[in-house]
């Protein structure tokens, strides 16, 4: 280690003195402040240590805590869309299965028979937890409505989107955006399904979101598992006969 010029080598033992005579110089200079200021600035050193090494932690901790937040959020997403995503796999299958065994039952009827019928099923059967079938309409291969049943109701708007919709998606089974509002509902999505060997060769089938109320009890128990504990005492008190409401 060299000092100012001209340079040459410090000896161990006189670093080590400079650092104990710096040492005596600090100390001298605050026993020349006083007891009052120097109990101040100890405090006050020690107060910043701990407020700092808490500040260290705890954001540290908030940090953690909204990591685990978020990917407990993306993981109830992914599982969300999973559901969804199979759900509408199992309306194309219902549709290609319940068409067959509707064109069985009724041999050369009406489509609209088969139309009304598709959604009557689906009203039946009802096995989705976030949405449900609110209409269905019948296309022939070049995309012209053949017969509808529910909700939207058809227009001459909506029949040349219809018709572009079968012409944009060659593929069997398609979700897509919904075509139109439903009144009194929100709509979901519309699900586009080719029925090979029928008559009405494609189904355009119509979902609306289901309300908090209609829930599958399934998500409602799922959910309620969330709520706090101050939430569900007060969910069974209400419930119950005492504190039920007249």
């Not at 009194?184 to 109320?213: C, D, E, N, Q, Y």
């Amino acid at each position: 280690m060299c000092d100012a010029s001209p340079c040459r080598w410090i000896e161990p033992s006189s670093r080590s003195y400079f650092a104990s005579s710096a040492f005596v110089t600090l100390a001298s200079r605050l026993r020349r402040l006083g007891l009052q200021r120097r109990i101040m600035l100890y405090v006050t050193l020690g107060l910043a240590a701990m407020f700092g090494t808490l500040a260290f932690l705890g954001l540290g901790a908030i940090d953690q805590a909204t990591r685990l937040v978020f990917r407990e959020r993306l993981s109830t997403a992914y599982t969300t869309a999973g559901i969804i995503e199979r759900d509408f796999g199992r309306i194309a299958a219902d549709v290609q299965e319940t068409s067959r065994l509707l064109s069985t039952t009724t041999g050369s009827g009406s489509s609209r028979l088969r139309a009304a019928g598709l959604l009557e099923h689906f009203a039946r059967a009802n096995p989705y937890p976030f949405f449900e079938v609110s209409g269905i309409w019948l296309l022939d291969p070049a995309g012209h409505v053949l017969d509808t049943a529910g909700l939207p109701a058809t227009a001459g708007a909506l029949d040349s989107v219809a018709a572009s919709l079968v012409a944009t998606h060659p593929e069997s089974t398609a979700v897509l955006r919904p075509i139109a509002a439903v009144p009194g509902a929100f709509a979901f999505a519309t699900v586009l399904v080719r029925i090979p060997g029928m008559s009405p060769s494609v189904a355009l089938v119509h979902t609306t979101s289901v309300k908090l109320g209609r829930l599958h009890p399934r998500v409602l128990r799922a959910r309620h598992r969330w709520d706090p504990p101050c939430a569900s005492r007060r969910r069974r008190r209400e419930l119950s006969p005492r504190g039920r409401r007249s």
